[in-house]
C-alpha cells in the first residue's frame, strides 16, 4: 500500500505562483511514473504534467511554459510548480502514482487551487 498526500494549494491572484507537493510513503524510484491531475467543478479529470521513472516530462498544452513538474527521490515527493496561474486553472489537483503491479496505481486526496482574478 502506498499513501500520496497532496500540499501546498491554496487562494491566489492570478498571475501569482503555487508550488503543490505530493508526499510518497514509500520511495518514488520504484513508480512508473507521477502525475498531477485536476479536476474542476462540473468538469472530467484531466492529466496536467507527468514525470515517468526515466525523467520524462509531458504537459497538459493549457499549462506548458507556465507549470513545472519535478522530483526529490531523497524526499520521496513530486513537486508541481505553478507560475502565472490563470482563474481557469482553479481546481482540486491530485497526485497518482502508476506502479507495475496491482493496483496498478495509487491517488491521493487532493489539494484545491483558487484562482482568483
Known amino acids: 500500500q502506498v499513501q500520496l498526500v497532496e500540499s501546498g494549494g491554496g487562494l491566489v491572484q492570478a498571475g501569482g505562483s503555487l508550488r503543490l507537493s505530493c508526499a510518497a510513503s514509500r520511495s518514488i524510484v520504484s513508480f512508473n511514473s507521477v502525475g498531477w491531475y485536476r479536476q474542476a467543478p462540473g468538469k472530467q479529470r484531466e492529466l496536467v504534467a507527468l514525470?515517468?521513472?526515466?525523467?520524462?516530462?509531458n504537459y497538459a498544452d493549457s499549462v506548458k511554459g507556465r507549470f513545472t513538474i519535478s522530483r526529490d527521490n531523497a524526499k520521496n515527493t513530486v513537486y508541481l510548480q505553478m507560475n502565472s496561474l490563470k482563474p481557469e486553472d482553479t481546481a482540486v489537483y491530485y497526485c497518482r502514482a502508476s506502479v507495475d503491479r496491482y493496483p496498478w496505481q495509487y491517488w491521493g486526496q487532493g489539494t484545491q487551487v483558487t484562482v482568483s482574478s
Open positions: 514525470i515517468s521513472r526515466g525523467d520524462t516530462n
